[in-house]
């Protein structure tokens, strides 16, 4: 098969608030979590082929058969017997196992990308099933939504109009927290059983297109106990917090990464050398998701 291929940016996210729920017997946990994309964005191609193949450049991303977008090219077309094979490309932009998304977001994009050359696409309920078999970003990082409340494992989606768009600084710290250690950190926290040290909350999903409200609710559960393993998280998140024009700051899904979203520009010049061996990316969010594109 040659001339059939789709690319698209896959976008980063930021989650701006994350509460860690009950954990099922299954041994998840259900979560409530605000997802809001970002401008930085991994390119990913996909090409129909006769065999299966995987090139990423600009980082290590591990075996091809744990790679997140193989993986979720290779259930596609369990689920949908099509097509025989793919060739996915991926150059790599988003920091790996930072709390971005970055693996889930390139999954996304693979789903995405198939669906628009499938002669007889499946429906967004099914891509988002699919999704979920993979990760708990994976779903939110396929709808068409800029900003997404998150329930259960992910999988349970409000879809929302973006947020007016901020400037955003991403602290990356050299360490890399593993989301099923982070989990064993909180858990161990809060003891065997232990249910969440918050109560319910009403959110008013009205109120999440504005930053002044959307400030009010970022917190990340994750935070205390990724922090008490590395401290430069916890400083970092407080000197960012500090700077001026400061209008949300957090750590982001399970760690490492902490961003800081400005009301209006960047503070010059940058005021926080990273530490050994961080690294400071500077984007945007994003007030809409990147269009597929057909190639031919």
């Not at 693996?103 to 429906?123: E, F, I, N, T």
């Not at 909180?186 to 059983?193: D, F, K, L, P």
Request: proline residues 8%; aromatic residues 6%; negative net charge.
């Amino acid at each position: 098969m040659t001339g059939s291929a789709a690319a698209v940016a896959a976008q980063a996210k930021i989650n701006l608030f994350l509460h860690i729920l009950v954990q099922e017997v299954s041994g998840y946990h259900q979560l409530e979590t605000l997802f809001c994309r970002l401008n930085l964005a991994d390119d990913v191609v996909v090409r129909l082929a006769d065999q299966w193949t995987l090139t990423c450049d600009g980082t290590d991303t591990g075996p091809e058969e744990e790679n997140l977008a193989y993986r979720a090219a290779r259930l596609y077309a369990e689920q949908r017997r099509w097509p025989p094979g793919c060739a996915i490309e991926i150059e790599k932009h988003i920091p790996v196992g930072a709390g971005l998304g970055g693996g889930s977001a390139d999954a996304a994009a693979v789903l995405r990308c198939l669906q628009a050359l499938d002669p007889q696409p499946p429906s967004v309920a099914e891509l988002l099933d699919w999704g979920a078999r993979l990760g708990a970003d994976v779903p939110a990082l396929t709808i068409d939504a800029p900003l997404a409340l998150g329930h259960g494992r992910g999988e349970r989606l409000v879809a929302l109009p973006g947020l007016p768009v901020k400037p955003v600084v991403l602290y990356v710290p050299a360490v890399r927290v593993a989301t099923r250690e982070a989990y064993g950190w909180v858990a161990a926290s809060r003891g065997e059983g232990a249910p969440p040290d918050h109560g319910a909350r009403v959110i008013d999903v009205h109120a999440l297109n504005r930053w002044e409200s959307v400030a009010q609710l970022v917190a990340n559960d994750f935070a205390p106990a990724v922090a008490e393993r590395h401290p430069e998280i916890l400083r970092a998140t407080a000197e960012l917090a500090g700077l001026p024009g400061t209008r949300a700051c957090a750590m982001s899904g399970s760690g490492s990464t902490v961003f800081c979203v400005f009301d209006s520009e960047v503070p010059r010049p940058w005021p926080l050398p990273p530490h050994r061996g961080a690294a400071l990316i500077e984007t945007e969010t994003a007030d809409h998701v990147a269009p597929v594109r057909l190639l031919g």
